[in-house]
Nanobody, 127 residues
Framework: QVQLAESGGGLLQVGDSLKLSCVVS????????MAWFRQGPGKEREFVVS????????EYADSVKGRFDISRNNDKKTVYLQMDYLKPEATAVYYC????????????????????WGQGTQVTVSA
């Protein structure tokens, strides 16, 4: 059984930085494309960023380009989300997601494209 566990959320102020982690267990991490999504209060879950199996292909939502970065450590079975220059609109529950893909696949940005999900970690940015 594949399980994803996010950590690192917290209460921050505008302009702060934060790094989230997501550890994957019960599966072969190196075979998964990974992504981060978020769901703000009263909003739909939205795509933030994704990373291919090798880490060589990353896709970003326009709203986070230049401020957020995703990375992965296949040995540690962990994907990270580095968030800089945080804004109040970043307040949300952040979820990591995993999908088994072929090595050359470009990760999708849709929620339906991911089979496995974590429980989420809350990030709150106060003005």
């Amino acid at each position: 059984q594949v399980q994803l566990a996010e950590s690192g959320g917290g209460l921050l102020q505008v302009g702060d930085s934060l790094k989230l982690s997501c550890v994957v267990s019960g599966g072969t991490f190196s075979r998964y494309s990974m992504a981060w999504f978020r769901q703000g209060p009263g909003k739909e879950r939205e795509f933030v960023v994704s990373i291919s199996r090798s880490g060589g292909n990353k896709e970003y939502a326009d709203s986070v380009k230049g401020r957020f970065d995703i990375s992965r450590n296949n040995d540690k079975k962990t994907v990270y989300l580095q968030m800089d220059y945080l804004k109040p609109e970043a307040t949300a529950v952040y979820y990591c997601a995993a999908e088994p893909t072929i090595l050359t696949a470009t990760p999708t940005s849709t929620t339906s494209g991911y089979r496995y999900w974590g429980q989420g970690t809350q990030v709150t940015v106060s003005a």
